[in-house]
């Protein structure tokens, strides 16, 4: 493999890192949210968004496209990992 290649597979497989990560911080945040664990932490969940430096409209559409894809369609790994690369607002 050339460097040149070598670069462009790191980048996307760093992509596909990315893309799986974004799944795993909504499920999280739909945890955190679902079951209150931001009370003690922050006086809003809203609050503890901000504290913990995650946008509020990226943390909305993390949660939504987490609970649709884990949760409503309960997709398996190698479907995660063929949308692991696509734009979030595209599967918003």
Request: proline share 1%.
């Amino acid at each position: 493999m050339s460097p040149d290649d070598l670069i462009i597979q790191l980048l996307k497989e760093t992509h596909q890192q990315f893309g799986l990560s974004r799944f795993k911080i909504g499920a999280l945040l739909v945890a955190i949210a679902d079951h209150d664990l931001w009370q003690g932490r922050a006086s809003s969940f809203s609050a503890f968004l901000e504290e913990e430096g995650i946008d509020r409209k990226a943390a909305r559409q993390y949660m939504l496209v987490a609970r649709k894809l884990l949760d409503d369609l309960k997709l398996d790994d190698r479907m995660l990992l063929e949308l692991s690369r696509v734009s979030m607002s595209l599967l918003v």
